[in-house]
């Protein structure tokens, strides 16, 4: 894994009851935790993104249990709660021509994370690097302290 990224297990579920808990339950039956979760639907599906403990086993058992799943590159960005700290993010990266296609947030009672996917991700890297972000990768990701 290409550093300053972290992977995100995608899941295309059918936009019916008890689609979202026949998932969860299956990464619960197989110890996989859920730390971060977003769902965009339509009428008919919905795109289910996770940041889990073990998303490679977490794609493989999905699977297994007929879901259609696949594990993606995204950044995680550490932010400080206080004010401005988002606008200096969406600003750091706008003004570097990096779109943003979809984000959601990660968090603790102390400190977050954005989790984000753009339209140039090892640029976003750089430039976030070099404007003093802190980028998390999956060693550090799960221990938001």
Do not use: H
């Not at 579920?13 to 026949?22: D, H, P, Q, S, Y």
């Not at 919905?46 to 977490?58: A, E, F, N, T």
């Not at 943003?100 to 339209?119: D, N, P, R, W």
Request: negative net charge.
């Amino acid at each position: 894994m290409a550093d300053g990224f972290v992977r995100q297990l995608t899941v295309f579920i059918e936009n019916r009851v008890g689609t979202l808990e026949e998932v969860a339950k299956v990464l619960k039956e197989n110890d996989i935790n859920i730390y971060s979760i977003s769902l965009a639907d339509t009428s008919e599906y919905g795109l289910l993104r996770m940041i889990v403990s073990d998303p490679d086993k977490g794609s493989q058992i999905l699977k297994e249990n007929s879901f259609s799943a696949k594990t993606t590159s995204v950044v995680a960005v550490r932010l400080e709660n206080k004010v401005g700290a988002l606008a200096d993010l969406f600003r750091t990266l706008s003004d570097s021509g990096i779109g943003i296609e979809y984000m959601y947030a990660m968090a603790t009672s102390k400190v977050g994370a954005m989790i984000l996917k753009t339209s140039d991700g090892a640029k976003a890297v750089e430039v976030l690097k070099a404007a003093g972000f802190g980028l998390l990768d999956e060693g550090g990701m799960f221990n938001l302290e």
